[in-house]
């Protein structure tokens, strides 16, 4: 009986474990812990426990390695936050429960945009839930500072040097960044659409045209991309994205680039916007809107059961969820029948630029936060971006070759 007891005492804490819905995310920021609180605010309405396993690191590429970890010792979360092509790369392995019943009683086909639609369908349907859409290629920046120092905000991006050099020199710190991969190489895809254009932006990033990579614009952009390195020191302080907006909040830096998650930060901590930090778009962003979107997929197992993940997702597809999720969030819907007159003026910005850029072939996937490229690509070229901005040795030549080399060996 003593040996037993142990058994089943773990038998007992398995099964109540098993009780709860698990859902692996990387929201741990102020805002998005305000945003995942609507969340659990709307399955606690539904009867629904859950439990969040939250793994930090903004771009998620840590939960992603959690993920695939766990996959492998066949202990996968019963629900994961998830992105683009990431999302058909789950279901190819055969996965995914599928969410077409529900889809089609609730004529996604019609409430969702048709970009969310792609991202989430498969070739067998709908196989992920679409839950919020952000702009990346934004600029966020400290009025109080600006105003101090005297200078305007910068629409292109020699201004931008300029204006950050100035900053520098009159001892405030220009850009809030901190030493990750995944914030870094942001800001060298808002210098690729600002300095190359939209086109330019999609045949190096997205479609990895060798040509074009090998050219004098790619080579210019790295160019901006040093020089920022120069401005900004390369030996990065060693902080998230969400501290370094804490050092935009404390009008201890001049701006940040990134994505609205930002927003939602600003937001949970009373921050007047766009008073205090407004958000314009990035410099020469000539209306383009640089987007991703976050998913969640539902995970088969024996103990997670289809009508249980269906019934979430109808809970999560809601539209008056929906609604208070993206605005605490700092996003927009990405259900295309919900009125924003209530979100924030940045908010109501970028879903302005949203129908014009989609209305104008301008809406354009982040290749670093994983919309638009295989994840495997993605992590090699995005190792190189870096590598290339912390290391003044490595040459815009060097950079070139090797990206190309990942291109050719991902045809
Ligand atoms: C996700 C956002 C998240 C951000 C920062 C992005 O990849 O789409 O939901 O807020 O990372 O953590």
């Known amino acids: ?106 004529h ?3 409430k969702f945009y048709p970009l ?3 991202i989430n369908k498969t070739s067998h349907g709908y196989v992920a839930l679409p839950l919020s859409l952000h702009r990346l290629n934004w600029l966020w920046v400290n009025q109080r500072l600006l105003k101090r120092l ?29 030493a990750r ?49 120069k401005i900004t020191g390369q030996t990065l302080p060693n902080m998230d994205w969400d501290t370094a907006t804490k050092q935009l909040i404390d009008d201890k830096a001049l701006f940040q680039i990134g994505g609205d998650w930002i ?14 930090i407004g958000c314009y778009s990035a410099p020469s962003a000539v209306n383009s809107y640089l987007y991703n979107m976050d998913s969640l997929i539902f995970v088969k197992s024996k103990h997670f059961e289809h009508s249980t993940a269906i019934n979430i997702a109808k809970a999560l597809a809601d539209k008056a969820f929906q609604t208070q999720f993206n605005r605490s969030k700092g996003s927009i819907p990405s259900r295309r029948d919900i009125a924003i007159d209530d979100f924030n003026d940045c908010q109501k910005k970028s879903y302005d630029d949203f129908h014009y850029a989609i209305n104008n072939g301008l809406a354009i996937p982040s290749m670093t ?12 070229i995005n190792s190189e971006i ?21 291109a050719e060996s991902n045809e």
């Open 263 to 276: 927003l939602g930060d600003l937001l949970a901590q009373q921050i007047a916007v766009p008073n205090h």
């Open 150 to 178: 005297q200078l305007s905000v910068p629409t292109n991006w020699t201004d931008m040097l300029e204006v950050m050099e100035k900053a520098k020199n009159a001892g405030v710190q220009p850009l809030a960044l901190g």
């Open 1 to 106: 009986m003593q040996r037993l007891f142990p058994i089943i005492l773990l038998a007992f804490i398995s099964n109540s474990a098993l009780a709860n819905t698990e859902i692996l995310h990387w929201w741990t920021s102020p805002g998005e812990q305000a945003a995942l609180h609507v969340l659990e605010q709307q399955l606690n309405d539904h009867n629904i426990s859950y439990t969040p396993s939250a793994v930090i690191g903004g771009g998620g590429d840590t939960a992603m390695m959690v993920l695939q970890a766990r996959a492998l010792a066949g202990n996968a979360p019963d629900i994961v936050q998830l992105e683009g092509p990431n999302i058909k790369a789950w279901d190819d392995i055969g996965l995914l429960y599928s969410l077409n019943s529900i889809a089609k009683d609730e």
């Open 181 to 229: 991969q995944w914030q870094v190489n942001q800001l060298f895809e808002s210098i690729v659409i600002g300095t190359g254009g939209v086109d330019f932006y999609l045949s190096t990033l997205v479609d990895l045209d060798v040509k074009k990579i090998n050219s004098a614009q790619m080579r210019y952009a790295l160019n901006v991309f040093r020089r920022i390195s």
């Open 386 to 406: 870096y590598r290339f901005f912390r290391n003044s040795a490595v040459s815009d030549n060097d950079v070139i070759t090797r990206i190309i080399s990942i």
């Open 116 to 118: 969310s639609v792609n």
């Open 369 to 380: 936060d994983s919309m638009a490229i295989n994840p495997v690509a993605q992590q090699a």
């Open 108 to 110: 996604w086909d019609e």
